[in-house]
């Protein structure tokens, strides 16, 4: 389907046909549509922008990343489907192992995820035959590479379950998730909540990395003073804010026109 430019909803659209075509291509999953669809919504209420308390979280996330001795970003097939050489990019400024990790896991799919990632330009991405599980999860994403995730001390974890960004925290690491909801359980369990769209948030983090690098003192000073209740809170101030400003626009009274 070729969407016009001038489509006033053209970049959304892009994204959901990059999506479907993933999806078609056994990269992405039924259900990953449907997570999309309700970030999208979230991202309505943040003005499809980003905001200032996501560019501190993404700065913080940066300071994390570049000061870890083993860090790791885990893929999807969303994240895969969405931002495959971002994630490439960033993983080679850090630079940082790449794992592919998923619920609806066969080994079909991690290939064909992997493949792609390599097509974007990785080089000894992890996922196929892991060797490890985090403890206390059930579910096909305990399922690790020993000297992957497994072994990481920061992982960065675009579009992730709760209930791992839960366990990974439980096991001592630095977890730093992108995720639209700030009231998910990713975003409540995470070191480091990035409240933004995965695509901005991946980019302004490598720029960040880029700067960091090299400036230990500035990446130790804003680990320091980076605080998660603070930047939550202040994301959600800025949604009522939007919201408040949203509402004085439709209930202001029209003018009449003299004549």
Request: net charge positive; glycine share 6%; aromatic share 4%.
């Amino acid at each position: 389907m070729k969407i016009p430019k001038t489509h006033p909803r053209h970049t959304s659209l892009m994204t959901r046909e990059k999506l479907v075509k993933a999806w078609k291509a056994g990269v992405a999953v039924p259900e990953g549509l449907i997570a999309h669809g309700r970030g999208e919504a979230w991202d309505y209420l943040l003005g499809e922008e980003t905001s200032a308390p996501a560019l501190v979280a993404e700065k913080a996330a940066a300071a994390y990343l570049v000061s870890a001795k083993r860090p790791v970003i885990s893929v999807n097939g969303n994240v895969a489907a969405l931002a495959s050489k971002e994630i490439v990019r960033l993983a080679n400024a850090i630079p940082a192992t790449i794992e592919v990790n998923l619920f609806h896991r066969t080994e079909a799919r991690i290939n064909r995820i992997v493949r792609r990632l390599a097509k974007a330009g990785a080089r000894n991405v992890l996922g196929p035959r892991p060797g490890a599980r985090i403890p206390r999860l059930d579910s096909n994403r305990a399922l690790a590479h020993r000297d992957g995730i497994y072994r990481a001390d920061v992982v960065l974890v675009p579009l992730e379950d709760g209930d791992r960004t839960e366990a990974l925290v439980r096991m001592g690491k630095t977890v730093v998730a992108i995720d639209l909801n700030p009231l998910s359980r990713t975003s409540q369990m995470a070191t480091v909540p990035v409240v933004d769209e995965l695509t901005r948030a991946v980019l302004n983090i490598d720029k960040f990395v880029r700067e960091l690098r090299g400036n230990p003192e500035e990446t130790a000073r804003i680990i320091r003073t980076y605080s998660k209740a603070g930047n939550l809170g202040a994301v959600y101030s800025y949604i009522n804010w939007r919201l408040r400003n949203l509402a004085r626009k439709r209930t202001r009274p029209k003018r009449r026109r003299v004549t």
